[in-house]
């Protein structure tokens, strides 16, 4: 057995490698800023900065329309009504789940998928088939738009790695795949990212959102820019606003530790996405994993059962149900650990535990200090309100998650810090394909 000190040294290692105190984190807003405006002016960055060819909705927009969300690991299709007054129904809606094969194989059957199962979903919606519907289709992933309804993909994220797509247009990969199901009566009006689709649902109802975030499989945000700070739009106007996709996913300048790195190595794009891996609800639980397999080797706990921990055996949900679990046993722990043939102590309960606080409260504080970074970009000194949409699973399930964020922002900003709020944008990215159509329609 471990004395009680190699262990409480053991913790306080590694919370000092998980550490993000205010320090780092305006050094990161500091990087953050500079790297904003190299994206901005095109030069090389590890933000993106794609511009979404389209600005906030007004409040009139109405209507019904098509909002195609194709995220993570769903596919949404979603008839959504505009009503007017900032007003969305949504009619209906199916999800898919986008089998793993279908996200690794070729790009042509990736699209097939997604315009079957729209085919599947108007079909029972013979009015569509008289009617033209406008369509939108957000499209969770670094697309370089040239127009609204125009963009070809960056690279894939997320686990995805479906062939033969990356450089191409996905607009025209998704029209092939319509026209091939019949689908003559539809028409592509717009294609957003998801940060995008949910920032508009929510500013078709909130004059005051000018970003939108998502914390799930994967992050992202986007925010409100002045187009005359835009350097790759071929025509901006000095009084317009346009949509930027950060793409912060791929920020390069918070510190990794050695489990970042391991994660990094075990991932399908290593070298990309640094920030995402850090943060992300495909890869948190992956760092915790390396962490519990770095502390078996260390003989802090769970004898030598490191084989028992290999890749997927851990999931993020499982992270938020033991972070969740208040019996005195731990009892969630306990479960999982047994179903992977470990008998476990409680004190060994009461470490993974711990792991898992660690991990997902560094995620949360970077978070804050992203969603700052972004904020004080656009107003310094923060002098106006600013109402953020947030949307994704671990933002919405994962205990504490939104509640770190909250405090990390308190500590940044003070009192200055009620100038943020976070909003809740559950269906934001559908519903946000569907206004993103709407405003198509309307500039037409
Ligand atoms: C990944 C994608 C990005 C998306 C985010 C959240 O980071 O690259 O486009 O917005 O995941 O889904």
């Known amino acids: ?69 194709m995220g993570g690991t769903n596919l949404r299709v979603l008839l959504v009504r505009l009503q007017g007054d900032g007003k969305t129904v949504i009619e209906d809606s199916k999800q898919y789940k986008i089998p793993r094969k279908v996200a690794m194989g070729e790009g042509k059957d990736l699209f097939d998928f997604v315009a079957k199962a729209i085919c599947e979903f108007v079909g029972e919606y013979p009015i569509t088939h008289q009617n033209k519907i406008p369509l939108g289709f957000t499209f969770s992933f670094p697309v370089k738009q040239t127009a609204l309804n125009r963009g070809t993909l960056v690279e894939w994220t997320k686990g995805f790695a479906a062939g033969d797509v990356v450089g191409r247009d996905v607009v025209e990969f998704l029209n092939g795949s319509l026209q091939r199901c019949s689908l003559k009566n539809l028409r592509l009006a717009a294609l957003t990212n998801d940060t995008v689709g949910t920032m508009l649902a929510k500013a078709y109802g909130s004059s005051d959102c000018d970003m939108g975030v998502i914390f799930g499989t994967g992050t992202n945000a986007c925010y409100r820019e002045q187009e005359k700070r835009i350097a790759r739009l071929m025509h901006s106007d000095a009084g317009k606003r346009m949509i930027v996709n950060i793409e912060w996913g791929n920020f390069k300048h918070f510190p990794a530790n050695k ?5 990094d190595k075990g991932s399908n794009n290593p070298g990309v996405q640094q920030l995402e891996k850090m943060i992300s609800g495909l890869y948190l639980c992956e760092i915790t994993r390396h962490v519990v397999r ?16 290999r890749k997927g055996k851990l999931s993020t949900e499982d992270m938020a149900a033991f972070e969740r ?60 309100d600013h109402t953020v949409a947030v949307d994704g699973t671990l933002y919405a399930k994962y ?39 709407a405003v198509a329609v309307e500039a037409n």
Not at 7 to 21: G, I, P, Q, Y
Not at 294 to 309: M, Q, T
Not at 417 to 432: E, F, M, P, Q, T
């Open 399 to 437: 205990p504490q998650f939104r509640q770190n964020i909250i405090k990390t922002l308190q500590q940044l900003h003070g009192a200055k810090s009620n100038r943020i709020k976070l909003s809740d944008a559950r269906d934001g990215s559908g519903v946000g394909a569907a206004v993103a159509a």
């Open 1 to 69: 057995m471990p004395t009680d000190k190699y262990v409480d040294n053991t913790l306080k290692e590694l919370r000092k490698s998980f550490a993000a105190t205010s320090a780092d984190l305006w050094m990161m807003i500091s990087c953050f800023h500079d790297e904003m405006r190299h994206g901005l002016s095109g030069e090389s960055s590890s933000l993106k900065m794609l511009p979404a060819y389209i600005d906030c909705p007004g409040r009139q927009e109405k209507g019904t329309y098509l909002g195609i969300d």
């Open 259 to 263: 489990y970042d790195r391991k994660v």
């Open 325 to 384: 679990d208040r019996s005195p046993e731990l009892k969630k722990v306990g479960i999982f650990l047994t179903e992977q043939g470990i008998e476990s102590s409680l004190e060994e309960r009461k470490i993974i535990k711990q792991i898992c606080r660690i991990v997902s409260r560094r995620a949360a504080r970077i978070s804050g200090a992203a969603i700052s970074a972004v904020i004080i970009w656009m107003d310094p000194e923060l002098r106006q």
């Open 294 to 309: 770095d502390l078996i080797g260390k003989g802090i706990f769970l004898n030598d059962h490191v084989a028992k921990f």
